[in-house]
């Protein structure tokens, strides 16, 4: 009987709150129609104040019913569009689901004007999910099932979770160790600031600093967390002479390869293979509920293996779609009025901001923010083990305005108040959660190596091998020995057996860049080319490259030493003498050596790796992109990003001992999901056979 009255209760709650939101979205269609003179809710005749509330009342209710029915269904067919035109067409067809409600009312008196229609239900749409979140906020239950809605996918049959915690590993890409500390410093981020012990609490999480491999970049970075191994990614993107392809890590298919590579190395699937979701990711880390995962979206076994399919649930509900389109359209703006006024200032450094990239930059600070943060309170709700989701806000916007740009700190400030959002959804989960908080890599300020000496990279390298290249190399306005360097580079003879060499199209270097790495390489030597080869071939190339004041070192393969690290002014060292205390590594600290060594042991390094100049003093590297917050190579905050655990995880590592690479970091985490279980006690084949 108790429980009856229970659900009873329930029942008339969730009536009443319906009732509610009816009679709220009823006087939201009056005063809209008493505002905007193209939304008219009476007949020309004028009516009674009885007759037009009714007329809203029936329009609000249809309005409401084709919400909550038809909107899915439309939804279902936003993921066969791209999702930088979601926005438009949330107005466009809840404006319609309006018009539409309009049509079937029975006084059929009520009519707008489409543009109008647009506007009413947006507001209406807002207006009611306002309404029923302050309403179920008072409710604990009801606030739960409110959140439970924003699930990615709900599994129709999820068995129940067990009592042992779960783990959620939330990745701020691009936030570095300092950047961290100094946002919470400034009150930027107080969610973690609490958690961290600010203002006398105890502190519930531990922050700890780690470092990256070489190639400082979210690719080799979460496939070293998800799966184990970072071994053969040199860079974001990189040329493989076996099979004549360039690798890029945001690749769909290069990601899907990276993975089955990483997988079939270690023999595991992953860091989620019990019970995981990964959202919003590059690779799926083994999880068998994935969302928005870059390396699932060339599969084609069904809707749910896509990647845009993560989207369905978020915008299923159509006050999501409405509000994040309006932030979506904000965000443009912002951007848009953040560019103009550095551009007034004359801020430098500063790279183009125009284009499409006000809409991608939307896209990653609003669109993939709110959808992965409401997949991850989904996920949270339905009691999953493991959890690990990429929030690539940070990374995009300090890519271009900045990793210490007022514009970046704003982004961690939302950043923020997500984590907040999920430790609320986390106190009504099943289980309790463990969050994890960690990134991938930091960023290192600078401008670009075009905007300091007047050419990219891959002109240098021309002229190195005494091709053509563009008259506008030539017009530096960068110093005198800046200038002095590219005048040698351009007008040096280049010459091989008394003759000026100029190879053909097909032997023409590839040169790509990943931050402030370079890579070049020569499609038509089938092999990794030597030092010896490459004098041989190009007497002034490696020189050319190793003596200009944008480069800190290069990394070629020798025949005598088997590596050798190349520097300004003849510097040259073989890679097993190679200690980082002194020479062209010394600038970059510890552990630059152990890095350099690892990459030269991979099969797909290029012929010639090329790592910016990099001032110790400012942090400061030379971005071979066109970037002012760069990462990819060594040099600066870049390769030290974090690891925020909760106390009563055991510690990242041991006194005096520091975290290198994200193979180390993936053992930990993995470490912390055994704790979760308790002790495991392996059992003999004896034993077993026993019981």
Partial sequence: ?????????????????????????????????????????????????????MTAAFGAGAFGVLSAVVWPLL????????????????????????????????????????????????????VASATGGALAVRDDDAYRRRLSRLATRRRRSHPPCRA?????????????HDVLTAAVAKGLMPTVAGWLGAGGAPPTHRLTPWRTDWSSQTGASQLGILHGST????????????????????RPTSAAELQRRATERTADGGLLSLDGASRGNLFGGGADEQALVLSIATRRRGRENRSRAGYFAYFADPANAVRTALSFFAEVGREIGQSTAARLRKQRPRVKRG???????????????????AA????????????????????????????????????????????????????????PYRIVVLSDHGQSPGETFHTRYGLSLGDLVRAGCGLHVPRRAERTHSGAEARAAVRAALRRPVEEGGEKHRPTRHSEPVVLASGNLGLVSFPDVPHRMTKEELDARHPALLTTLANHPGV?????????????????????????????????????????????????SFPHTADIMVNSWYDPESGEVLAFEEQIGSHGGLGGAQGRPFLLSPVRVSEPAGDGEELVGAEAVHRVLRRWLQEADGPQVPLSAEGERAA
């Fill in 376 to 431: 991850v309170m989904g996920d949270l709700l339905v009691g999953r083990t493991a959890v690990y989701a990429d929030l690539v806000a940070y990374d995009e916007v300090a890519h271009h305005s900045g990793p210490h740009s007022r514009d970046a700190e704003k982004v961690l400030q939302r950043l923020d108040r997500a984590l907040a959002l999920i430790e609320k959804a986390a106190e009504h989960a099943p289980r």
């Fill in 355 to 373: 284009g499409l990239y006000p809409f991608v930059r939307a896209f990653a600070t609003v669109v993939e923010r709110d959808v992965v943060v």
């Fill in 164 to 176: 042992t915690p779960g783990t959620v590993f939330l990745q701020l890409d691009g936030v570095g």
């Fill in 231 to 250: 071994f053969d990614v040199p860079a974001f993107r990189w040329y493989e002479k076996d099979s004549s392809e360039v690798m890029v890590c945001n």
């Fill in 1 to 53: 009987m108790r429980w009856r009255g229970v659900r009873w209760r329930r029942v008339v709650s969730q009536v009443g709150r319906s009732v509610t939101v009816w009679a709220v979205s009823t006087v939201t269609m009056l005063v809209l129609a008493g505002l905007l003179p193209d939304f008219q809710l009476q007949s020309p005749d004028g009516d009674s104040a009885t007759r037009i509330a």
């Fill in 75 to 126: 939804v279902r067919l936003l993921l066969l569009v791209p999702a930088l035109v979601l926005g438009l067409l949330v107005f466009f067809l809840n404006g319609s689901l309006l018009l539409l409600a309009l049509r079937i009312n029975p006084s059929g008196q009520s009519e707008a004007a489409p543009e109008t229609a647009v506007i009413v239900a947006a507001v209406m749409s807002a």
């Fill in 552 to 600: 800190g070192f290069l990394l070629v393969r020798s025949e005598v030493h088997g590596g050798v690290v190349l520097g300004a002014y003849g510097a040259e060292i073989p890679l097993d003498r190679l200690d980082g205390h002194a020479g062209p590594l010394a600038v970059f600290g510890a552990g630059a050596a152990d890095a350099v060594r690892r990459t030269h």
